[in-house]
Every structure is written in structure tokens, then in C-alpha cells.
């Protein structure tokens, strides 16, 4: 792992435990390989007690690691003994407590302009715009996969705003609107 790429996994908050395993940082290849395998964590839709364990699969080790793991021979049997070992967990709140924080690994702030572009709705994933940006900004792929989302989402956020591409909430916009809220 590149050393910066090192640095934002290891000095982050640490993952929470879900279905008794825990995760680690939650990083560009981690959404890019949900996003593939089309989880209902990362596209939407109804989420079952299967899908949760894929992505506790995904999210617990290493993007490359959980992909020979699902794609492994053994998976079938793994997961049937995994199924008898969680079968006694509340499963709807492992899956809101899975939920929650994915939801919190995107950091970035948001965004109040965009200089000279016109409002569209993307067409291209998510994830695969955030390694996009990366790649833009000079992260070497395989660092770029390695990184947290979160950070990845505002480094490429800090070189739009250093080239006057966007406008980013701060904490001067925070207390404009939060005094207008007050009248």
C-alpha cells in the first residue's frame, strides 16, 4: 500500500464490528467491488440477510482479498457456517449498523457551485467516478483502490476548489446560513 494511501486508513476512525467480524476501512475499491457484485447497499433495493454477509465479506478485508473470497470454491460451505453462527444476531439491526456506516464514510463536504457547468444527472457509477478524480489528480490506481472514500472524496474535492472549478461548504457559509435560520 502507497504510504499516503497508508497513512488516511490508519489514522481514521476504527470500523465497526458487523455479523461479529470487523471491518476495516471502507476505501474506492471496496464501493467499486459492491457497486459490481450490484449490492442493494451501494444501488438501492431490498437488502437480505445474504447480501448483508456479502458485504461484511467485501468490507472486511482488503477489496482484492474479499473477491477471491466470494469467487472461492469454498465459498458456498463458508457462508452455510457463517449462516449457523449468525443465526441468533438481530440481522435488521447488524444491517442498519452496516448501513450507518457506510453512509458516514462519505466525508466530503458539500459542494455550493460549480463553476460553468450545467446541472445533468451522471451516468457513470458513483464509484467509478471517485477513481476517476483520483487517476485525474495524479493517484496511482492501485493507490487509489487502497484509499478511504472519504478522503479520496475531498482530495479531489481540494483540486477543484484550488482551481476554482467549485465552491465548497465552509465553515463562513455555515454560520451565513445558520444566522438566517435565526430571523
Known sequence: MADLAKI???????????????LVPYTVGHAIVLQRLRSPFVMGG??????????????????????????SRWSGLVL?????????????????????WLKEQSTAPE???ESGSKSKTPAMPWPERVLVGCL???????????????????LILAHAEMMGHVQLWDD????????????
Do not use: H, Y
Open 8 to 22: 488516511l486508513s490508519e489514522t481514521g476512525p476504527q470500523a465497526p464490528a458487523v455479523l461479529g467480524v470487523r
Open 46 to 71: 431490498e437488502i437480505e440477510p445474504t447480501d448483508l454477509v456479502e458485504a461484511v465479506t467485501v468490507c472486511s478485508q482488503s477489496p482484492l482479498e474479499s473477491i477471491r473470497s466470494i469467487k
Open 80 to 100: 452455510w457456517l457463517w449462516g449457523k453462527r449468525i443465526a441468533k444476531l438481530n440481522l435488521l439491526a447488524e444491517s442498519d449498523k452496516f448501513q450507518l
Open 111 to 113: 459542494v455550493l457551485m
Open 136 to 154: 485525474n489528480i495524479g493517484i496511482a490506481p492501485d493507490d487509489a483502490i487502497q484509499m478511504p472514500l472519504g478522503d479520496a472524496e475531498r
Open 172 to 183: 463562513r457559509s455555515e454560520a451565513i446560513w445558520q444566522s438566517q435560520q435565526e430571523v
